[in-house]
């Protein structure tokens, strides 16, 4: 408490001499803002994460409502629906948008169902293992990490070991082991004990849930070893030392000196990661170990319609555009963001 | 080096020792045994028995595992429960070769797509060469093989019906295990499913050459060649392009990661018989021995894969020394 006081009155004192300066953050966002490629995937993902919210709005019917008379139709071409069906099923029926009922945007798979619909209820599933994998790997890392690296010594080598092994397990096979294991023990029924609610809950979830502790539980040793090579650099730095001197302790530290230091280029390195999480649950999905059925995801939806890929290609190439977009979008900004936060760059164009 | 090598060698023994008995236990865990059901029916129970007595199932989990490793240490892999007339060894004599012939085809282009890409885009820095250059690269990145491979079955299989849609172009047995018969069928067969597993590790690759040639371009080293009036071809194949692959290198054991996700779908959407979708095909059975034996050689391969990127690592920069 009292090293915060003593840190405030100093900061107080330079800024009424010096006037308010600028933080590393601010001139990096400045910097970001000037790559207009970045900024555009930024927006496009802001843009997916809005549609993804509003998808109910956005989309004449429910993802799930199968019409086996239309099944595989087109895009853009109008079908024929009795009044009944339209009125009960679609959302949009007897709005100015009624056409939405009468034509599939995107088209529809082969169980009748609109595929516009599925691929904006798809987004939910990418964003959702987008954001939660990333975040699961950033905490569990960021912790790790700086308590290895701020410890030292015995206990540092010992929970590097550890890492260094889990580095050396191949990743993919044992994830496709664990998601089978607990889709294995999900279709059992379990329903007691600590299994039992983690499995209600993964329905709830339409599946996800296996999806994210199977894409967090090992992907956040990268995140370890970098979150710990940073704090090693910032440990013996001066301003640390000046801290101690001021009789910080050890949490003060770690909490308002290492961190804030350390998260910025852990974010960088994080949002570069999105792409692989997308991909690895498009993965999943593709070879039917992602999400529960009828929940739409676009890798599962890849893996529906290419086996009839010659009459169908729409079915494969509208989920395809769709994963593509998004991981360009995340590639640009995430460049975009590393380009403006390594100073050592900055100013080299 | 030598000595490196060698503890390097033991030390992934207990690694690998690890791997195979937490993919043992897991693959055991599972709910249900491989002879549940004939097809949609269930197995009648006496005749369960007694093929679970003939496998060692009945047996307690602990001799169950150390009797697979004492098969292992003889190379045994084990039995197949669902094609009895089939051992593991069988199935991975088979499989192995061609994913083995994938792998290192897609790594061969995406070596050969991606240095020259990423040498052209650094020596013409912030040009309109660069800027497309690194935006290709981008795409190439951006693109997961789930995509890529039906895309390209698409547009070259079905639309322009130049090549063939699916299957390997070569089949067991091969040349010492490993050499495919190069026929017309071959490569026909190969370039889509290479380049949909090549594609996005060159545009990885890409990236990392020009990053790399970038900062040693404008280092003391290369000024100082360039002053001695070397020709500048001299001064970027010679000095710099060495130095500027260390990073590539760096990036191969992840990459050889890569090749076996890539494997899993790429081997899926082509239907080749290769060692990831004959894993992806197991998932629902519970063939144990198949499963853990391939998860095992997915170690191994990883292990050599990271030591090999380490020695590379000594020659490509001589100030490294690992003893």
Redesign the interface.
């Given at each position: 408490m009292t090293a915060d006081k003593k840190l405030d009155e100093i900061k107080n004192e330079t800024e009424s001499q010096y006037g308010k300066g600028r933080s590393p953050m601010q001139d990096a966002f400045r910097e970001f803002r000037r790559n207009i490629i970045g900024v555009a995937g930024a927006i496009f993902i802001v843009l997916v994460v809005v549609g993804a919210f509003i998808a109910p709005v956005l989309t004449p019917y429910d993802f799930a409502q199968q019409n086996l008379l239309n099944n595989r139709q087109k895009p853009m071409e109008s079908y024929v629906i009795t009044t009944d069906y339209a009125e009960e099923h679609c959302h949009w029926y007897g709005t100015p948008m009624e056409w939405g009922c009468t034509v599939y945007i995107a088209g529809s798979d082969a169980l009748g169902r609109d595929l516009w619909s599925r691929l904006v209820y798809g987004a939910r599933v990418s964003l959702a293992v987008a954001i939660s994998a990333s975040s699961v790997s950033l905490l569990i890392g960021l912790i790790y990490g700086t308590i290895a690296g701020f410890a030292g010594g015995r206990t540092d080598n010992l929970m590097m070991r550890i890492v260094d092994?889990l580095y050396?397990?191949?990743?993919?096979?044992?994830i496709?082991?664990?998601t089978?294991?607990f889709k294995?023990?999900a279709?059992?029924g379990v329903t007691t004990g600590f299994m039992g609610s983690i499995i209600s809950l993964n329905k709830a979830s339409g599946g996800l849930l296996f999806v994210f502790i199977a894409i967090g539980a090992l992907n956040w040793i990268g995140m370890a070893r970098q979150a710990r090579g940073q704090v090693l650099a910032y440990k013996e730095k001066e301003f640390v030392e000046a801290a101690r001197a001021i009789g910080a302790g050890s949490g003060h530290i770690i909490t308002k000196h290492l961190i804030p230091n350390v998260i910025g280029p852990l974010l960088i390195i994080e949002s570069m990661a999105i792409?692989g999480y997308?991909?690895?649950e498009?993965?999943l999905s593709?070879?039917?170990?992602g999400v529960d059925p009828p929940t739409p995801s676009w890798?599962a939806m890849?893996n529906e319609?290419?086996a009839g890929?010659?009459s169908n290609?729409h079915l494969?190439?509208f989920p395809?555009?769709a994963?593509?977009l998004l991981?360009?979008a995340f590639?640009?900004m995430g460049?975009g963001l590393r380009d403006a936060f390594d100073t050592r760059l900055r100013g080299r164009? | 080096m030598f000595r490196f090598i060698i503890r390097r060698l033991l030390m992934a023994i207990p690694v690998i020792f690890l791997v195979v008995l937490a993919t043992f236990v897991l693959v055991h865990a599972m709910p249900g045994g491989p002879f549940d059901a004939v097809g949609m029916r269930a197995m009648p129970e006496h005749i369960r028995v007694v093929l679970e007595r003939r496998y060692g199932l009945d047996k307690p989990l602990y001799q169950q595992f150390f009797s697979y490793v004492w098969n292992l240490l003889q190379g045994d892999f084990g039995p197949m429960f669902r094609q009895p007339s089939q051992t593991v060894n069988d199935i991975i004599a088979q499989t192995f070769p061609v994913s083995i012939q994938l792998g290192t085809l897609s790594v061969i282009v995406a070596f050969t797509l991606g240095i020259p890409f990423g040498i052209i885009a650094a020596l013409n820095h912030n040009t309109a060469i660069d800027y497309s250059a690194t935006f290709l690269a981008v795409i190439g990145r951006s693109i997961p093989s789930v995509v890529l491979g039906p895309i390209l079955i698409y547009v070259f299989a079905v639309e322009l019906d130049w090549l063939p849609i699916a299957f390997w172009g070569a089949d067991p047995p091969f040349a010492l295990g490993v050499f495919p018969k190069i026929t017309k069928q071959f490569w026909t067969h190969a370039i889509l499913p290479v380049f949909s597993l090549g594609t996005g590790m060159a545009a990885g690759i890409a990236r990392l050459t020009r990053a790399g040639l970038l900062e040693v371009l404008s280092s003391d080293y290369i000024r100082t060649a360039r002053a001695k009036g070397l020709r500048e071809r001299v001064v970027i194949v010679i000095h710099a392009l060495k130095n500027s692959l260390i990073p590539v290198v760096t990036t191969l054991g992840p990459m050889l990661a890569a090749i076996m996700t890539g494997a899993f779908i790429t081997e899926t959407i082509f239907a080749i018989n290769g060692m990831g979708r004959r894993f992806v095909n197991s998932i629902g059975q519970r063939e144990y021995f198949l499963q853990t034996s391939l998860v095992l050689i997915y170690g191994v391969l990883l292990i050599m894969g990271n030591l090999l990127v380490d020695i590379m690592y000594a020659w490509f920069d001589p100030r490294i020394r690992y003893d």
């Open positions: 092994f050396a397990i191949p990743r993919l096979p044992i496709i082991m664990m089978v294991y294995a023990l279709r059992r792409p997308i991909f690895l498009a993965a593709f070879i039917g170990l890798g890849i319609g290419y890929i010659r290609p494969v190439l395809g555009a994963l593509t991981t360009l590639n640009f460049d164009k | -």
